[in-house]
């Protein structure tokens, strides 16, 4: 079975989706896409083969050093996440090699989420109606040409000091060709495709940070691309 075939993301995935078109039909513009719930453990808890694709909005775009406000948020949490942005279109039936192939450029991101409900295995539907939790991201202006992790490094600065290091940045979400490929053949399974010029952020390369009420900012360096910052308010 295709991890897209699963019972209830064949039954959130349809919802999701028309959303999506529904706020393109009022006047909203497309930005991409997202994965979730892609790190193992996240997988097996939710039993699922692979991550969840939900989509991203123009209105959800933040300038790094924005502040955000998390009133009225259930449980914030923010992902440091590498955003590949596509060259060429793809349909169904890609493999990793070819999405690679049409990668155009990496960069710096951060996702803020609200995660509620808590996935599990009976919900999987409710979570892809909900968009995967998605609120904003945040982009860096800076770029690396090609689809490459070599040489990177990532750090995550919290409260000033630096709270996570990796030069292993596919570790916990997986190799960025298999993360595109499935995006672009889940697509396809429901009606969509993959463009030139759309994003994908391609899931946190740390475990997700549970925003707490004393956090005022969080920073994502890809070294030596560049980095993304945001700052929070409860107001």
């Known amino acids: 079975m295709n991890a897209w075939d699963h019972p209830l993301i064949k039954k959130g995935m349809p919802v999701q989706l028309a959303k999506r078109r529904a706020r393109m039909t009022a006047g909203e513009r497309s930005l991409g ?36 406000s998390l009133n009225g948020w259930t449980k914030p949490v923010a992902e440091p996440e590498i955003c590949v942005r596509m060259m060429s279109n793809l349909g169904g039936g890609v493999t990793a090699d070819a999405a690679l192939a049409a990668v155009k450029e990496i960069l710096p991101a951060i996702e803020l989420a609200d995660f509620d409900p808590v996935p599990t295995p009976d919900n999987l539907d409710m979570v892809l109606e909900g968009d995967v939790y998605q609120r904003h991201v945040i982009l860096c202006g800076n770029t690396r040409f090609g689809s490459s992790t070599a040489g990177l490094t990532s750090r995550l600065i919290r409260r000033g000091k630096e709270a996570a290091k990796t030069t292993d940045l596919e570790a916990l979400t997986g190799k960025l060709g298999d993360i595109v490929a499935h995006v672009a053949n889940t697509l396809a399974a429901y009606g969509e495709k993959l463009s030139a010029g759309d994003v994908i952020i391609t899931g946190s390369i740390t475990p997700p940070i549970m925003i707490e009420a004393d956090e005022n900012q969080i920073t994502h360096a890809i070294d030596p691309i560049g980095e993304v910052s945001v700052a929070f308010t409860q107001e």
């Open 33 to 68: 896409w997202k994965v979730g719930l892609g790190a193992p453990a996240a997988m097996q808890k939710a039993g699922i083969m692979a991550p969840l694709v939900g989509y991203l909005m123009q209105r959800g775009l933040l300038l790094s050093g924005s502040t955000v």
